[in-house]
């Protein structure tokens, strides 16, 4: 076993090349399975199937004093390149709609060196770089190894290769094989079939009761995870092989849970300093603790946070004249003890007199009024005592000892969230006994220890309505652990600008919400971007960062906070569509799943690519609320359809905004409200001056509505045949088609018998046409086949009866008029 050959290998697989990022941007858009109930990116498995295959062949090969890359280099890097191609005839099927048999010369020649597009353009070869990742001279060796990863793949054409890889195939079907159980049947699949294919006996599973606080269950399994692979205090227990949001699969040695609950608990503290960073509040004239005093973390990092912005303070001037160009080192140690004096008890005599006349002096100094001495004299003191820093070290010394000790007792919690967080953590899962009602956190239901005051930059009203309390009841109250969470929600979101006042008096904040990307349930030891949170919400969205890392210890599951403001608003339903879109658009790019979800509430993955647990209606109607996968089933597939998928939903997001912007429509995700042929044709054609020839809209329509289209086609080719073409005005390209519906309508006001509307219309339809000059000849058989073609569409639409025939006379016409212009422009 040699857990650092592990890392190095991933290290350098992932961080010294562009295979990762290759892999993502070329198959992150496409499905792992095509059956839909695989959810996960065809990006997501690969990469899973590498970092699982490579770690299996190096806990097995590498021993404890070999070097990686002298004696295993090229075994690891053919592996992994081998790897990353098992799913070539499923990347080349889904990349270009084509259907080869398996693994085949047909698959591989198509990835390689892939023929012209419809354009007559050549195709980019290699996409995920293998050769550039490899080198040259290993197709062969690749196409043998990937024809023995599954059991079931014909190996025929490579029968006659003698590789020096052979060894490597047992390492590739671990890998293939273990990735994709974890699509089927998540971390217990990964770990039977880990089992099944290894010795039993080093492989192990740690599980833990998930955190109902997300982020910290996230840091805590990367505590974890850091020390089975011996990144802490170095005693190494094993190589990671993957995780889910509350177990850890690894191989190698066993470890006591009660020794592994402990190191936890010591080493939690330091994971969390050294991923979040933590402020007080400190200005020219004011000072808190604020989120320091509230958080278990060591208290000398707590120190350097204050020594940080009081040094920020003063070299920014701020409440005075001018800022000093440097801090010296001896005066910025002190810095943390003055903030205390001057600041939070207000001193104004000093352990010694030379500090104190010092205070007097500078008070004296400052001109204006009381008040204003008393808002200058903090800044103002301290500036003073930096500039003479070298007159006073002695003075600074009597200071600290006599404040030290308060010092640190400002900075030591009340209670003891980390020991709370592991024993919920490493508990089991026995509910605990209910608190009464008076003493329960307002969050999770837990016992609370502290009253909730959070100031005016806050997630939720300390006074107000929560599920466990009454409006404008009793402040709320929220337990150790829940106030911990909320330390890192506001760091996350305070270091991506997101803005958590309230805002006006009265107003409420119900908007933070939680999006949760993640590449599936089970991840192995990879991770995507450099940063914690997921992606930026703006404007102008950031998707440049192709960023990856082999952590162990970096997020589970990426965290990205947006606000889009109350609920009550139009405009806020349709800003949150815009971040709706935003994310979707995100989750594509990087091959990731997506949960909407609120902040403090367990993460939970779906059985879908993306799944909006807060959906507002608007979302609902046009099912923008989930998407079942990635992208549609390939073309040759006939079964187990669905469009339910990003690909579709991102479509239609583009057509709204499209038509939106034309028609400069200040909320164009709130005026379409259904998913259907007649709906978005009456939206494009009202508020858009050439909505019958956009050729997005015209691909949607054949991609997702292709039998009403081509329903309404053919009403329009027969209102053709009986009314003849028309090149001029909508209303006579519609004339006889609103004949036809005011005729549906007025017999079926009368409630005729179906027959005799029919009869009823045909007579209205042919007596309007034949009344028309340039109508040519109508004839009966016209107008009974243009009536009996809309009736079709109706009843097929499910709008053939008095009230939705009414309530969609309008949209009708105009998905009349749409189809009617697309019959002309094919003539």
Not at 172 to 190: E, F, H, K, M, P
Not at 209 to 223: F, K, M, W
Not at 290 to 301: K, T
Not at 443 to 462: F, R, V
């Amino acid at each position: 076993m040699n857990p650092e050959a592990a890392r190095e290998a991933h290290e350098t697989i992932v961080g010294s090349t562009d295979l990762y990022g290759n892999i993502i941007d070329a198959a992150g858009k496409y499905d792992a399975k095509v059956d839909s109930t695989a959810n996960s990116s065809l990006a997501a498995h690969i990469l899973n199937a590498i970092t699982i295959g490579v770690n299996a062949f190096v806990y097995e090969a590498v021993g404890p004093n070999e070097d990686l890359f002298e004696d295993y280099g090229e075994d690891v890097q053919v592996l992994a390149a081998a790897l990353a191609l098992h799913d070539t005839n499923k990347f080349v099927q889904e990349a270009y709609g084509i259907d080869v048999d398996g693994n085949n010369a047909e698959a591989f020649d198509w990835y390689f060196d892939p023929e012209p597009d419809e354009d007559g353009d050549q195709r980019e070869g290699d996409p995920f770089g293998i050769e550039a990742f490899l080198g040259e001279g290993y197709r062969d060796d690749l196409q043998y190894l990937v024809q023995r990863t599954e059991s079931t793949e014909d190996s025929s054409g490579t029968r006659g290769i003698n590789s020096s890889f052979r060894g490597l195939e047992r390492y590739c079907r671990i890998g293939d094989s273990t990735a994709s159980v974890a699509l089927r049947d998540g971390v217990d699949g990964v770990y039977d079939q880990m089992c099944t294919l290894m010795d039993s006996d080093n492989v192990h599973k740690i599980e833990f009761t998930q955190l109902e606080q997300p982020i910290l269950n996230d840091v805590l399994l990367g505590t974890v995870k850091e020390i089975i692979s011996g990144e802490i205090d170095g005693d190494t227990y094993g190589v990671v092989v993957g995780s889910t949001s509350d177990s850890i699969v690894y191989l190698g040695d066993s470890i006591r849970r009660d020794l592994l609950k402990d190191n936890v608990m010591e080493h939690l503290p330091e994971r969390i300093s050294h991923n979040f960073d933590f402020e007080c509040k400190l200005g020219w004239n004011a000072f808190e603790y604020d989120i320091l005093s509230e958080i278990e973390m060591p208290v000398e990092h707590k120190e350097d946070q204050i020594r940080k912005q009081a040094k920020e303070l003063l070299l920014s001037g701020s409440g005075r004249d001018d800022g000093f160009e440097s801090i010296p080192p001896n005066f910025a140690e002190i810095l943390p003890i003055l903030i205390k004096a001057i600041y939070d008890l207000g001193m104004k005599e000093y352990p010694t007199d030379k500090l104190t006349d010092a205070y007097l002096e500078v008070y004296d100094s400052i001109d204006g009024s009381k008040q204003r001495k008393a808002q200058l004299i903090k800044i103002e003191f301290l500036a003073h005592l930096c500039d003479k820093h070298e007159e006073y070290s002695e003075d600074f010394e009597a200071l600290d000892e006599e404040l030290r000790k308060d010092f640190q007792n400002d900075l030591e919690p009340e209670t003891d969230a980390i020991s709370a967080v592991v024993k919920r953590s490493f508990g089991n899962l026995k509910p605990n006994k209910i608190p009464d009602k008076s003493e329960m956190c307002f969050i999770c239901g837990s016992k609370a220890e502290n009253e909730y005051k959070k100031g005016h930059e806050t997630i939720y009203q300390a006074q107000g309505y929560s599920r466990r309390l009454t409006p404008h009841g009793s402040p709320k109250s929220i337990c150790s652990v829940c106030n911990l969470e909320y330390s890192l929600l506001f760091d996350i979101c305070t270091q991506n600008g997101l803005n958590l006042n309230r805002g006006r008096p009265g107003s409420r904040n119900l908007g933070l919400q939680i999006a949760y990307y993640y590449f599936d349930d089970f991840l192995g030891d990879l991770r995507l971007r450099s940063e914690r949170a997921g992606m930026p919400i703006g404007e102008n969205v950031d998707l440049s960062d192709r960023h990856t890392t082999a952590s162990l210890f970096e997020p589970q599951y990426y965290i990205q906070p947006f606000k889009f403001g109350d609920h009550q608003h139009m405009s806020d339903e349709n800003h949150r569509m815009t971040i709706v879109r935003q994310l979707m658009q995100s989750a594509q790019e990087s091959g990731m799943k997506v949960v909407i979800g609120r902040p403090f509430t367990r993460f939970e993955s779906a059985d879908t690519v993306f799944a909006d647990e807060e959906a507002t209606r608007p979302q609902e109607l046009l099912n923008l609320d989930e998407a079942e996968r990635f992208g549609p089933m390939p073309s040759f597939v006939t079964e187990d359809r669905t469009d339910s998928h990003l690909r579709r939903a991102l479509q239609l997001f583009k057509i709204m905004s499209m038509v939106g912007q034309d028609a400069n429509l200040s909320n164009s995700y709130l005026h379409l409200d259904r998913d259907t042929f007649h709906s978005i044709a009456d939206f494009a054609v009202v508020n858009h001056d050439n909505a019958t020839r956009l050729p997005d809209l015209r691909e949607y329509f054949e991609n997702y509505h292709q039998n009403a289209l081509m329903d309404m086609k053919t009403v329009a080719e027969r209102g053709i045949d009986l009314f003849g073409p028309q090149y001029n005005s909508k209303y006579k390209k519609t004339k006889v088609f609103r004949e036809a519906l005011d005729a549906f309508l007025s017999g079926k006001s009368q409630q005729m018998a179906d027959d005799e509307l029919v009869e009823y219309v045909e007579s209205q339809v042919y007596a309007a046409a034949d009344r028309e000059d340039y109508a040519g000849h109508a004839t009966t058989d016209q107008a009974e086949a243009f009536v009996e073609a809309i009736r079709s569409y109706l009843v097929e639409n499910d709008l053939y009866n008095l009230k939705k025939l009414s309530d969609w006379e309008d949209a009708l016409v105009n998905s009349y008029y749409y189809a009617y212009d697309q019959t002309l422009q094919n003539q």
